[in-house]
């Protein structure tokens, strides 16, 4: 059985459907479908030399990789390779093919450091360190039962806050994009990322296809956006927080943990029954709020680096 690594061809069905099916298998935590992907790799920054990878056997998608440079980063020659094999068709070569056409690649785009999330499972550490990968920080997911567990009633709103959609920002995003820049610029990471690029926000973050603007809920304050929890859904019963964040001047006031509440209350009433959420494990403040709603880590990822040269 032969295996060949080449790129996801984005109009053909087969390919994206495969993508999405080795994806859900490996990674259960995170929504994939065929027009997310799509759009991941069509709307991604130009500089971003963004790539999506497979890996087929005998006609059958069996891995995936996404890579590309951290444009957005103040500190240049930054890429990424996020490596995926379906848990079926491991030790068959793919990851392994994926790995090095994914670096050869960012090598000759100008990368100098080499940056992979990996699952926190034996076998897949293994694979990272036998190619060359450190171990930095770790991240986990984690899950709610939506349907059968009991979220805590909804806190009632600082005086002067009122809870919105991001569905009320349809007409003029903007002030959404400024709060989502401030926050992305403190979260956690060994990658610091700047949001300047407003258009490039709107197509890559604002009209994601996974975006629920409906179950998105933004805490506002003085007319503007001062908190959100953004919400992801495919369409099923699986609902993502993508991002939980409040503005440095007003941290400290419980508008976080008020607006994912908020949220989940929405994804539950809209029929949504299983809720997923990612944090930084050094992330305390996010980490406390989930435990409070009831979340329970469901899996571990671990950030790997590697210098070229």
Same mark, same amino acid.
């Given at each position: 059985m032969t295996v060949i690594v080449r790129d996801l061809r984005p109009g053909v069905r087969a390919d994206l459907e495969g993508f999405a099916r080795v994806r859900h298998a490996a990674l259960p935590y995170i929504l994939f479908t065929p027009d997310s992907i799509v759009h991941t790799l069509t709307r991604s920054h130009p500089d971003a030399r963004f790539r999506s990878l497979v890996a087929e056997e005998d006609g059958e998608v069996v891995g995936t990789a996404q890579v590309g440079l951290a444009h957005d980063s103040p500190e240049p020659g930054q890429g990424f390779l996020n490596v995926y094999v379906h848990p079926d068709r491991t030790r068959h070569g793919a990851g392994g093919l994926l790995a090095r056409t994914a670096e050869e690649y960012l090598a000759g785009e100008g990368a100098t450091k080499l940056f992979a999330w990996v699952l926190d499972e034996p076998a897949n550490v293994a694979f990272a360190e036998r190619h060359g990968y450190a171990r930095r920080r770790s991240a986990h997911f984690l899950?709610?039962?939506?349907?059968?567990?009991?979220?805590? =009633?909804?806190?009632?709103?600082? =005086?002067g806050v009122e809870l919105?959609?991001?569905?009320?920002?349809?007409?003029? =995003?903007?002030?959404?994009?400024?709060?989502?820049?401030?926050?992305?610029?403190?979260?956690?990471?060994?990658?610091?990322?700047?949001?300047?690029?407003?258009?490039?926000?709107?197509?890559?973050?604002?009209?994601?296809?996974?975006?629920?603007?409906?179950?998105?809920?933004?805490?506002?304050?003085?007319?503007?956006?001062?908190?959100?929890?953004?919400?992801?859904?495919?369409?099923?019963?699986?609902?993502?927080?993508?991002?939980?964040?409040?503005?440095?001047?007003?941290?400290?006031?419980?508008?976080?943990?008020?607006?994912?509440?908020?949220?989940?209350?929405?994804?539950?009433?809209?029929?949504?029954?299983?809720?997923?959420?990612?944090?930084?494990?050094?992330?305390? =403040?996010?980490?406390?709020?989930?435990?409070?709603?009831?979340?329970?880590?469901?899996?571990?990822?671990?950030?790997?680096?590697?210098?070229?040269?």
């Open positions: 899950r709610l039962d939506l349907a059968h567990g009991t979220l805590p =009633p909804l806190p009632a709103a600082p =005086p919105r959609t991001a569905a009320d920002f349809a007409d003029d =995003p903007r002030p959404l994009f400024e709060l989502d820049a401030e926050t992305v610029a403190d979260e956690p990471s060994d990658i610091d990322t700047e949001f300047t690029d407003y258009e490039a926000w709107l197509a890559e973050t604002w009209r994601h296809p996974l975006l629920n603007r409906e179950l998105t809920t933004v805490a506002v304050s003085g007319g503007r956006p001062v908190a959100f929890s953004l919400a992801y859904t495919d369409g099923g019963t699986r609902y993502v927080t993508a991002m939980t964040g409040t503005a440095r001047a007003h941290r400290g006031r419980g508008l976080a943990g008020l607006a994912k509440t908020d949220s989940l209350h929405r994804a539950r009433a809209a029929g949504r029954t299983e809720a997923f959420t990612g944090n930084d494990a050094g992330n305390g =403040p996010m980490l406390a709020i989930n435990k409070r709603l009831g979340y329970e880590v469901c899996a571990t990822e671990v950030r790997y680096v590697r210098e070229l040269g």
